[in-house]
């Protein structure tokens, strides 16, 4: 089984819509990230949390909501979705021994 | 914030080729991760490396943090190996939380 999930793996939605992206991880970690990866760039940092009574803003967080449920889960929110925001969504997790980032399977994200 | 930059930004290789992908950055690192990434838009890990030189079948890495660069050698180059390539670093003097800031990637295409 995949150390970092994420749900859905694909989902097309249209403007206005509320939508949800979940991660989840069994890797023990404590540190969790949302990324963005835009077509023919690299990834841009979204949201990070440290425990679940630690959320930080990434550069880009605008439009974004998180929620740290569990030490485990991490889930991303567009409380309104728009196109821009039509993007390959990245989750990853970090543990204490050392810095070393590992990322779930992406959810490719479509707004019409 | 750091800046990561990395070339060139396009290989063409004929199979069998070896090749050399370079990473510079702007400040010193507490991580440095090598990924690829697929056709299907999955990111695969092959290196964690803020120092030192690693290698895992036809791919090696090394990285000379003192002067701020980093190389990824493919060697005996795959059709398999084609995608993208991204090097990316955590600041290991501005930041605690291990925020990654990616390069914009190398496009690998290797032709049979």
């Known amino acids: 089984d995949a150390d970092v999930t994420q749900t859905p793996r694909n989902r097309i939605t249209k403007t206005g819509k509320r939508i949800m992206l979940e991660c989840s991880q069994t890797?023990?970690?404590?540190?969790m990230y949302w990324y963005r990866q835009d077509p023919g760039l690299g990834l841009r940092l979204i949201y990070y949390?440290?425990?679940?009574?630690?959320?930080n803003k990434g550069e880009i967080s605008d439009g974004y909501s998180v929620s740290r449920q569990a030490q485990a889960k991490f889930s991303l929110s567009l409380e309104s979705a728009i196109p821009n925001q039509t993007a390959l969504y990245f989750c990853?997790?970090?543990?204490?021994?050392?810095?070393?980032?590992?990322f779930g399977p992406g959810t490719r994200l479509t707004v019409l | 914030g750091i800046q990561v930059e990395q070339s060139p930004p396009d290989l063409i290789l004929q199979e069998g080729a070896n090749s050399t992908l370079r990473c510079n950055f702007s400040?010193?690192?507490?991580?440095l991760q090598w990924f690829h990434q697929n056709p299907w838009g999955q990111l695969i890990n092959l290196f964690y490396?803020?120092?030192g030189t690693k290698q895992n079948g036809r791919l090696s890495a090394t990285t000379v943090a003192t002067e701020r660069y980093s190389l990824l050698y493919i060697s005996s180059s795959q059709t398999t190996d084609s995608g993208v390539y991204f090097c990316?670093?955590?600041?290991?003097?501005?930041?605690?939380?291990?925020?990654?800031?990616f390069g914009a990637g190398t496009q690998v295409v290797v032709t049979p």
């Open positions: 490396i803020p120092s």
């Open positions: 990316a670093v955590a600041s290991g003097r501005t930041d605690s939380w291990g925020k990654l800031q």
């Open positions: 400040d010193s690192v507490n991580n």
């Open positions: 890797k023990g970690h404590d540190r």
């Open positions: 990853a997790t970090r543990g204490r021994v050392t810095n070393e980032q590992f």
């Open positions: 949390s440290f425990d679940v009574k630690d959320i």
